[in-house]
């Protein structure tokens, strides 16, 4: 069964910084793009950040440009973001996403993972 996993939220003041993890279980995660996207309450899921296939090419959303950092381990496959400097309008449940091309719109992905909320508070 092909699973995604994501770790690592939780509370932190703006300013602060967390690393999110997304585990891939029941299937290769090199053969795939990884996206990260994120949803806050009554908004739509957005593109945060995805990584090529090898690792060698990213891209990122305006909003999180110079903040976030997403790479990848294939030999633990696993997906990471790197997310700095964060503010409370990151606040979000963050979720994961398998797929063939390398974009930020979520049609191109098929396969998902739970999510971990990330809340950003004083």
């Known amino acids: 069964q092909l699973r995604l996993v994501e770790s690592g939220g939780g509370l932190v003041q703006p300013g602060g910084s967390l690393r999110l993890s997304c585990a891939a279980s029941g299937f290769t995660l090199d053969y795939y793009v990884i996206g990260w996207f994120r949803q806050a309450p009554g908004k739509e899921r957005e593109g945060v950040s995805c990584?090529?296939?090898?690792?060698?090419?990213?891209n990122y959303a305006d909003s999180v440009k110079g903040r976030f950092t997403i790479s990848r381990d294939n030999g633990k496959n696993t997906v990471y973001l790197q997310m700095n400097s964060l503010k409370p309008e990151d606040t979000a449940v963050y979720y994961c996403?398998?797929?063939?091309?390398?974009?930020?719109?979520?049609?191109?992905?098929?396969?998902w993972g739970q999510g971990t909320q990330v809340t950003v508070s004083s």
């Open positions: 996403a398998a797929g063939p091309r390398e974009s930020l719109l979520r049609h191109w992905y098929g396969y």
């Open positions: 990584i090529s296939r090898s690792g060698s090419s990213t």
